[in-house]
Every structure is written in structure tokens, then in C-alpha cells.
């Protein structure tokens, strides 16, 4: 039995069967969700021309970047540019909506295993240095970024606490790493379980608030702030508060379902 990525226990109960029919067991001792027979997740299999989305619309991702800043990016490019930052690396930058974003003289790092984003950034935001390899295959130098951003990708991972220990190495002492996710504690993952819409095949690895932050500070960094993006975005409307009533569906976008946690390194002293 794999020990958990988070505590480091072995015992999990199953916890549910999701709307693509994965199952899905939890830590008995921290309640991180793993996927119980996770397939490697494939990055060129995610088409971003011709997608469907969990509500079975389908979506040319490619041509929705006004969209996916509104809706989805949260406080994070704004939280960039007041930042000021030199170097930024966005790990699973897609095709670099929200570096293309950021205002102001910074130098933009990507990483992007998929084949179609990675040629979408070279065609058109050549102010992106993208590079199409696992982070760890990247050979940035030691303290190179004063921000990382892991954005919707620390469910993808087999092994979380290895990237955030590369991460650790690549980031100054006085950086700031930003990471978003789906969040198991909130009001819908609770409420629809299998249902919850951020469930499916390629989130291995499902964090709750406390376990994300144990996670993150078991890796050297300390959590400053948390966000859940939600009401400014085009998801909070009528149509979607009325679909929390059928959990017999797949749930809507709603407050708390995705969270993003802003952290410092530990400087030790
Ligand atoms: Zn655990």
C-alpha cells in the first residue's frame, strides 16, 4: 500500500466513485483524496481546440483567454504585478493566458508538457520562455524566480512533495509561491461527493485547506493567504446557485470549490 503523499500513513478508506466512474480512497488519519487506480496522467490526450467540459458543453479552450482570466485566475496576476517580481515561472502555463497578463517588465518562464500549448506560446506570446519538459528536467539554477505559480497542477501529481521540494530549490529565499487547487473541504465537494465537478480522471491527488497547508509546510513554506475565487467571476450567478439544490447532477462552479494558497519560504536561520 503507497503511504500518503501528505502524512505519510497507510491506511485509506474508499471515499467515493465520481461522475467518470474513477474511485477515490481517503486518508484515514489527514482526509487527502487520491485516486484508488490513478492512470499516468497524459498531457497531449487535453486538447485545448476541442474540449468538453464537465457540464458536456463543448469548449475551444484556446479561444476563451478573456474568459478564463475573469473566471478563473483569481487575484493571482494582479498579486504578480504588485509584486513587482523579476523572474516568474508559471509550472503548467497552458498557453500562458495568465503570464500574458502580467503587466509591467518581468521576466516570464513557462512550463508545458502539452505539444499544441507549447506551439500555441512560441506562435504567440513570444515573450514567454516556454520549456517542454518536467520541472525537474528544467535546470534552472538555485534561487532563480521570486515567484512560482502552480495553478490548477498539484492534482496531477503522482509525487506533490517532490515538485515542491524542486520548486524550493529554484525559488529565492524572500519568494512567493502560489498554488491553486480543487479544495475537498468546501460546501460542494461535501455536498455532491462523487459528484463534485472538479473530481475526474486527471486529479490523482485531492488536498482540503489543512492538509495542503501541512503539505506545504512540511516542504519549507509558510502560507500567508488564501483566496476562493468565486464571486467576481461570471460563474456566480442565478442558474448555477439553483443547481447546488440537485445533487443527482454534476455540481455547478460555486465559493470554496477551488482555493488558492499564497506562501513564503521558511528562511532558515
Ligand atoms: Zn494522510
Request: contains cysteine.
Amino acid at each position: 500500500m503507497k503511504a500518503c503523499a501528505v502524512c505519510s500513513a497507510i491506511d485509506f478508506s474508499r471515499y467515493c466513485t465520481d461522475w467518470q466512474g474513477n474511485t477515490y480512497d481517503r486518508c484515514d488519519s489527514c482526509g487527502f483524496v487520491r485516486q484508488a487506480a490513478a492512470a499516468k496522467v497524459d498531457y497531449q490526450s487535453v486538447s485545448w481546440q476541442m474540449t468538453v467540459d464537465p457540464d458536456g458543453k463543448p469548449r475551444n479552450l484556446l479561444a476563451e483567454r478573456e474568459k478564463k482570466l475573469r473566471d478563473w485566475y483569481g487575484g493571482v496576476v494582479g498579486f504578480l504585478e504588485k509584486g513587482k517580481f523579476a523572474r516568474v515561472l508559471d509550472i503548467g502555463c497552458g498557453p500562458g493566458f495568465m503570464l500574458s497578463a502580467v503587466k509591467g517588465a518581468v521576466e516570464k518562464h513557462g512550463i508545458e508538457l502539452n505539444q499544441e500549448c507549447a506551439a500555441y506560446i512560441k506562435a504567440n506570446v513570444p515573450e514567454i520562455e516556454v520549456k517542454q519538459v518536467y520541472l525537474e528536467k528544467a535546470g534552472y539554477p538555485d534561487r532563480y524566480f521570486d515567484a512560482v505559480v502552480l495553478y490548477h497542477v498539484i492534482e496531477h501529481l503522482d509525487d506533490p512533495a517532490s515538485v515542491l521540494e524542486e520548486i524550493s530549490r529554484i525559488l529565492d529565499d524572500r519568494g512567493t509561491l502560489v498554488v491553486g487547487t480543487p479544495n475537498m473541504g468546501s460546501f460542494c465537494a461535501r455536498r455532491f461527493k462523487g459528484n463534485f465537478r472538479l473530481l475526474g480522471s486527471g486529479h490523482v491527488g485531492l488536498f482540503n485547506k489543512k492538509n495542503l497547508v501541512r503539505l506545504l509546510e512540511k516542504n519549507g513554506f509558510q502560507v500567508f493567504r488564501t483566496e476562493y475565487p468565486f464571486f467576481r467571476t461570471g460563474y456566480f450567478n442565478l442558474q448555477n446557485l439553483l443547481r447546488l439544490f440537485d445533487c443527482k447532477k454534476v455540481s455547478p462552479p460555486f465559493w470554496g470549490s477551488v482555493m488558492t494558497l499564497y506562501a513564503k519560504k521558511k528562511v532558515k536561520k
